[in-house]
């Protein structure tokens, strides 16, 4: 088939790349004619594994092309796909509409009658009837997409389940038919309305950030009892109702899509008149957990941190992706600076973004150079490499041995028998 994939962003150009694996034409669409010549060049602007050979592959062989005109995607494709980002509002919890309403309407204008729309990008629940309303001479479905950065590509062409949201039974045949080789392979298929469709996107992500901040909360508890918050994630773990992932307590979740997600549903509720006031304490615990880890920096060095070195271990908002949005490393980083630490950031992947984004934090070139002369670490991504850091080793290059590991994926005692004082989020400090 013939598909175009309108914003080529992280999920735009990962779909786009996905859909030439299953054996389609595509043709991106992006506004920002860099992008669209890196992409078209090969490149992948950010951090993302597998995706690089992907798009090499495809864009070599032609099956996967890129522009920036709108025209030439609607006279291309016979499905159009909508990845454009829906970023919170300056002015409000809420998401702004403006590049998938503007997607929609330069679609709806370029495509002929009947071309059909398919909007995967995350929206508030009602969007998608709206843009139905609103564009009548073409058909709208919707299809979200449940990837996690780090594992884009395995999430798109492998995923739990494919959710279409659809208005009619061409939708859907389409739509099928897009993803055969997926659905082939056995992927369930839930098929909606659209409401449903939309709230299923949320309604997971909303979960997700529940379950973290549950057992940040817990986290707190064991703080404040002496209990383990990690051996409490497994012993409740083991029941499959409650289930093992996403129980690692730490600095929190952050992110492009997690945080902005729940205010953006907590805010449509409301205007719906529906209470989801509890997203809004899941969102209080997640950033607790940020003034946790500031409050023990100011602890460990003395009750205040001003002029004290500080070296943070990760930038990235999680390991396996240069993304830093919303990232609690970068956030306790800066407010650490702005109470007067010298703060040295390393992160294997995410330095270019970090350093444009904070340019008064120093940057290392390695975890080793951070540390050196430290007077405190603080591990707030949980990248491998860290994990593999020698404490002996790593205790001859800082001033003091001191360390909060808030991703909670050190192993204490053995730092401990390394002489170093160690502390963790819900955890006892270890001896
Ligand atoms: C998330 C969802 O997991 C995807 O299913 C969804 O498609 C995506 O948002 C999206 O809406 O596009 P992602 O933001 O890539 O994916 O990251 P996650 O792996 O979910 O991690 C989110 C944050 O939670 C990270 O900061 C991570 O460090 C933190 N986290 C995760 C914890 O603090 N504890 C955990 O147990 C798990």
Wanted: include cysteine.
């Amino acid at each position: 088939m013939r598909l175009t994939v309108i914003g080529t962003g992280y999920l735009g150009a990962t779909h786009a790349a996905c859909m030439a694996e299953l054996g389609h034409e595509v043709l991106g669409v992006d506004v920002d004619p860099d992008k669209v010549a890196a992409l078209q060049a090969g490149r992948v602007p950010f951090h993302e594994p597998v995706l690089p050979e992907l798009l090499a592959r495809h864009t070599a062989s032609g099956r996967l092309r890129f522009t920036t005109s709108y025209e030439e995607a609607a006279a291309f494709g016979e499905v159009h796909f909508i990845c454009v980002g829906t970023p919170q509002r300056k002015d409000s919890e809420g998401a702004d509409l403006r590049y998938v309403d503007s997607a929609f309407a330069s679609m709806a204008r370029y495509a002929g009658e009947g071309a059909l729309l398919v909007g995967k990008s995350t929206v508030p629940v009602g969007t998608a009837q709206r843009l139905a309303d609103t564009h009548t001479g073409v058909e709208i479905a919707w299809n979200p997409e449940f990837l996690r950065e780090g594992f884009a590509v395995e999430d798109t062409l492998r995923p739990d389940r494919l959710v279409l949201g659809i208005g009619s039974e061409r939708a859907e045949t389409l739509l099928r038919q897009v993803y055969a080789p997926v659905i082939g392979s056995g992927t369930p298929v839930v098929t909606a309305d659209f409401p449903t469709a939309e709230l299923v996107k949320t309604a997971a992500n909303a979960f997700l950030a529940t379950k973290i901040s549950f057992i940040n909360a817990m986290a707190e508890v064991c703080e404040a009892t002496g209990g383990d918050v990690s051996v409490l994630a497994e012993a409740i773990g083991h029941d499959d109702r409650i289930g093992k992932k996403f129980l690692r307590a730490g600095v929190g979740f952050g992110g492009g899509c997690l945080p902005k997600d729940i205010r953006a549903f907590a805010h449509r509720a409301d205007e719906l008149g529906v209470s989801l006031a509890f997203l809004r304490e899941v969102d209080a615990i997640n950033m607790r957990r940020r003034d946790r880890v500031v409050e023990l920096a100011r602890e460990l060095c003395g009750g205040a941190v001003l002029g004290a070195r500080i070296a943070v271990l990760g930038a990235a908002f999680k390991p396996d992706s240069d993304d830093i949005r919303d990232s609690p490393a970068l956030n306790v980083s800066a407010r650490l600076r702005l109470d007067g630490a010298d703060v040295t950031v390393y992160d294997p992947e995410a330095m270019d973004n970090a350093r444009k984004a904070f340019p008064l934090l120093g940057y290392a070139l390695s975890a080793e150079e951070a540390l050196r002369g430290a007077d405190l670490v603080l591990h707030l991504t949980e990248w491998p490499q860290f994990r593999e850091l020698a404490p002996e080793r790593a205790r001859a290059l800082v001033s003091r041995p001191r360390i909060v590991d808030g991703r909670g994926t050190l192993d204490g005692a053995t730092w401990a028998a390394a002489g170093w004082e160690f502390r963790a989020l819900g955890r006892p400090a270890p001896g």
